[in-house]
């Protein structure tokens, strides 16, 4: 079993709750689909975290940005403020491990990405049916998780697209997949719980995991960090 997470955005409250239950479950190894900094008042020890215990973590565009290489022109004001408040917090040792972050992995069947499986570093987004088979045409892979819109959700070739609780399994032989593994940090839809995705690629069955943390913790540290006061009202709101 494999548990997945994405999007953590600094928010240390959440990655902890979400590591426990994970350590509960007895689940390893853990994959990081990036962002893990950016939003979020706790980038360094976000950082340390996922370093420890990630048995690897991919690039996002948060984390990307953090380290000078993004363009953060086509990013929202709120993101543009917390990203330059992280790039002056964030250690050198941190930096250089986010600078190591690969874009994608590949473990056959299936391939692990942040944004998109090609050209990931133009930070596109996933959003669609249409969209999710662009990609699932141009790769050889049947399954493909991802992050980066904090919405979780599966698409496929032959089922509509959907979000459930309860497991589900892939049919691998039919079918193929875009997984959007959702976020641990700032989930956006409308439900504030933690989430993250655990994948059993024997049994090719997956679960979304929604978790309860202390948003309220979270919150005022966002406060206390003079970052936007909307970066924290979207947690308790979830969007
Ligand atoms: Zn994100």
Redesign the pocket.
Same mark, same amino acid.
Do not use: I, P, R, V
């Given at each position: 079993m494999i548990a997945i997470i @994405?999007?953590i !955005?600094a928010n240390l409250e959440a990655l902890q709750t979400v590591l426990s239950h994970i350590d509960g479950l007895g689940i390893h190894p853990i994959y990081c689909l $990036?962002?893990v900094v950016?939003?979020g008042p706790r980038p360094n020890e976000c950082v340390d975290l996922v370093q420890q215990r990630c048995q690897f973590t991919l690039m $996002?565009? =948060?984390d990307f940005a953090a380290i000078g290489k993004a363009d953060i022109a086509y990013f929202n004001r709120y993101a543009q403020e917390a990203i330059l408040w992280t790039i002056n917090r964030l250690t050198p040792e941190r930096k250089a491990f986010l600078e190591s972050l690969p874009f994608t992995r590949v473990e056959e069947p299936v391939l692990y990405a !942040?944004s998109t499986p090609i050209n990931p570093e133009e930070w596109n987004y996933i959003l669609s049916e249409r969209e999710a088979l662009y990609y699932l045409d141009r790769v050889s892979q049947r399954v493909i998780f991802i $992050? !980066? @819109? =904090?919405i979780p959700v599966v698409f496929s070739e032959k089922e509509q697209p959907f979000y459930q609780e309860e497991p589900f399994r892939l049919d691998l032989e039919n079918n193929r997949y875009v997984i959007n593994v959702g @976020?641990v940090g700032?989930p956006r839809d409308g439900d504030p719980r933690a989430c993250l995705v655990l994948f059993d690629p024997d049994q090719a069955t997956v679960q979304y995991v929604r978790l309860h943390y202390n948003v309220e913790k979270t919150a005022q540290e966002i406060l206390d960090a003079k970052l936007p006061a909307f970066l924290a009202l979207r947690l308790k709101s979830g969007h």
């Open positions: @994405s999007d !955005h $990036g962002d950016g939003y $996002g565009n =948060h !942040h $992050g !980066h @819109s =904090h @976020s700032q």
